[in-house]
């Protein structure tokens, strides 16, 4: 399965055991509009199994480390940019059991104890839910001539944590 970006970019490439695309196998690949390889995994029957990378634009490795039936297992790390580490942890069956954490110049970062987290919109998903019902809008032309279409959403989230759509 390959499929693209309305830019004709090749966004996803990866197959299936079964015709409705559902059950992952082998390996995928993720690439961002401009065709940058940024998320790279391999599935064994719908799950998560061996290798993840996840890259910066500029091809640097981001994260790496394995799966094992579905769940983090092992050594995973973090990069900056740079290519300097900036994480060391240890998961067993999808739980982390210990984890180190640095600055860019190599010195120990107190701040961060957890090598990584789910996103989540502040307040959860009715919060969500709120603010786009609030937010967004169909256009009053399409509803009367009855023009259907899809809406894509994106959100761009920066360091703090502030996000915009």
Known sequence: MKDCYLSGNPQMEGSYLDESCTISQGEFKYYDEKGHLYHSCH????????AELFYYDNGQIRTEGA?????QNGEWKGYYPSGN??????????????????NEDGTRNKLVSVFS?????????????????????????????????TVIIGFN??????WRI
Request: overall charge neutral; hydrophobic content about 30%.
């Open 85 to 102: 580490l900036s994480a060391m942890a240890n998961f067993e069956d999808g739980e982390q059991s210990s984890a180190s954490f640095l």
């Open 117 to 149: 987290r789910t996103n989540s919109y502040p307040g959860g998903l009715p919060a969500l839910q709120r603010f786009l019902n609030r937010n967004l809008h169909y256009p009053d032309t399409a509803v009367k001539r009855s023009i259907e279409g």
């Open 67 to 71: 799966y094992l039936n579905g769940m």
């Open 43 to 50: 599935y064994e029957n719908g799950k998560l199994e061996g």
């Open 157 to 162: 989230i920066n360091r703090e944590g502030k």
